[in-house]
């Protein structure tokens, strides 16, 4: 399973020029000759089978905690790409490591706890975001 996993990210990784432009700039994409469907349905295909896979080792709930809430906390605190990916990564990072503990900690179930940590995050994220837009 890790070898499939690790050969999505190097295919994500090398092809990621261009799934950038399709998503974000589909004229663009478009004028540079991409067909963009293809690449709509090769992205999607490949985000399909990698979350088939996670749902049948970890539940549903928390692989949609790990995809959902670090990329919308990301949106809320950055306005670039990279940024966004960064905080992404670092909110991800937190909630697991965070659940993990108060799963051990309160002898709790590690997904619950994990899911409910990702809750906690964004709902941290959210309140600190509301504050920042009106002040």
Known sequence: ????????????FVLRKNFLLVSFDRDGAYAKGL?????DFLFYAVF???????VRIAGVLLV???????????IN???RIGNRLLIGWIIAL???IAGLFFSFWW???????????FGGLLILVS???????HA
Request: glycine share 14%; aromatic share 16%; with cysteine.
């Open 64 to 74: 949609f905690s790990y995809l959902i809430v670090p990329a919308v906390c990301g």
């Open 127 to 133: 309140i600190g975001t509301l504050f920042r837009r």
């Open 77 to 79: 605190l950055a306005g």
């Open 107 to 117: 002898d709790l179930p590690s997904g619950a706890a994990i899911v409910c940590t």
């Open 48 to 54: 399909g089978l990698v979350v088939t896979s996670f």
């Open 1 to 12: 399973m890790f070898r499939a996993f690790l050969a999505v990210g190097i295919f994500h």
């Open 94 to 96: 937190i909630g697991g």
């Open 35 to 39: 067909r963009v469907r293809w690449w």
